[in-house]
């Protein structure tokens, strides 16, 4: 069955990075484009960063832009967001998605992601 499975969220000061993976299977990863979305308690679920299935082409939210950079291992399938200079405003559970979501209730477990002093 389709599974996603985030991790390397942790508590890290502002300024400090993370690095978050995200391994998929059940699926032909190849083909799909990507996505990392945040959830923020009290917020809607917002997208970060997203990847074209080859790899070519990213595109970032404004507040992340020139902070996070998303990459992806089509032979592993696994997605990463590499988040630099982090600040209190990234906290938030990390969640990764298809784009073409054929499997809207399929969610991982996320990556939890804790900034502060």
């Known amino acids: 069955q389709v599974q996603f499975v985030e991790s390397g969220g942790g508590l890290v000061q502002p300024g400090e990075s993370l690095n978050l993976s995200c391994a998929a299977s059940?699926?032909?990863?190849?083909?799909?484009?990507m996505a990392w979305h945040r959830q923020v308690p009290g917020k809607e679920r917002e997208q970060v960063a997203v990847?074209?299935?080859?790899?070519?082409?990213?595109n970032y939210a404004l507040d992340v832009k020139g902070r996070f950079t998303i990459s992806r291992n089509n032979v592993a399938n696994t997605v990463y967001l590499q988040m630099n200079s982090l600040k209190p405003e990234d906290t938030g559970v990390y969640y990764c998605?298809?784009?073409?979501?054929?499997?809207?209730?399929?969610w991982g477990p996320g990556a939890q992601v804790t900034v502060s002093p």
């Open positions: 998605k298809p784009i073409r979501d054929q499997w809207p209730q399929t």
């Open positions: 059940g699926f032909k990863f190849s083909t799909y484009s």
């Open positions: 990847i074209s299935a080859a790899g070519t082409g990213q």
